[in-house]
């Protein structure tokens, strides 16, 4: 479902929570999420530099744990199109955390090596994240605090960028890239291209990475 939260028109029309339990009970079963930044560090849903109004993304998610599920029990994908700002998409990260908790379908901590994918059969009653997050500098991990259960995800052994099953960023978190590590002079450097996956996760968040730079935040169906 494309702009899930529009009522009507795409420049004028009203965004709504409404309209997003309006499409689950129609059978729907992946819904986007258009995220920006709001005030007092609370991100809101709407369509960007229109005139559309703008509505909870912390309502929106709360409707959908609460409904998402009325017409069935096969796994709901929230799709992010991701405008925050740094410190609003690691409070993206902390409502879907704190939300949906053990709803959330999420990669094992040592990946998919050797093991079979999820099927969605298993994985009812879960929801599933997908985003695209662009290149940001290193400040989640210093958002992030020592006993956070933001995992360190093991380096994939095809490089980094490529997809795949249980395919990771070939850095932790908590660590520059080597791309943006200064140089001898103390200057950063950066030669990564516009397509690359973020290197840094908002708490909660952990995915596989994909050739279009989106990553999946829970699991990958077989």
Same mark, same amino acid.
């Given at each position: ?72 029990? $096969?796994?709901?994908?929230? !799709? ?15 409502? *879907?955390?704190?939300? $949906?908790?053990?709803?959330? *379908? ?12 999820? @099927? ?16 940001? !500098?290193?400040? $989640? ?37 080597? @791309? ?40 990958? $169906?077989?």
């Amino acid at each position: 479902s494309h702009n899930t939260y529009l009522e009507d028109a795409q420049i004028v029309g009203t965004a709504s929570v409404d309209q997003y339990l309006h499409v689950i009970r129609s059978g729907c079963r992946c819904v986007e999420i258009d995220c920006w930044d709001g005030p007092n560090l609370e991100p809101v849903v709407t369509h960007g530099f229109t005139m559309t109004n703008k509505i909870s993304f912390e309502e929106v998610v709360c409707a959908l744990r609460d409904h998402g599920f009325d017409n069935s029990p $096969f796994p709901l994908i929230l !799709s992010l199109e991701m405008h925050c700002s740094e410190d609003q998409i690691v409070r993206v990260g902390q409502i *879907l955390d704190s939300t $949906f908790g053990d709803m959330l *379908l999420r990669h094992p901590s040592d990946g998919h090596f050797g093991e079979p994918l999820t @099927s969605p059969d298993d994985a009812r009653k879960k929801v599933i994240v997908k985003a695209k997050l662009q290149h940001h !500098s290193n400040s $989640f991990s210093r958002k992030v605090s020592p006993d956070s259960d933001v995992a360190h995800e093991p380096t994939s052994p095809r490089g980094h960028g490529e997809s795949g099953p249980g395919l990771w960023p070939s850095h932790e978190l908590g660590q520059e890239p080597a @791309s943006r590590q200064g140089d001898a002079s103390g200057q950063t450097q950066d030669s990564s291209s516009d397509d690359e996956i973020a290197e840094d996760r908002p708490p909660g968040l952990h995915g596989s990475s994909s050739t279009d730079g989106s990553i999946v935040l829970g699991g990958a $169906f077989s």
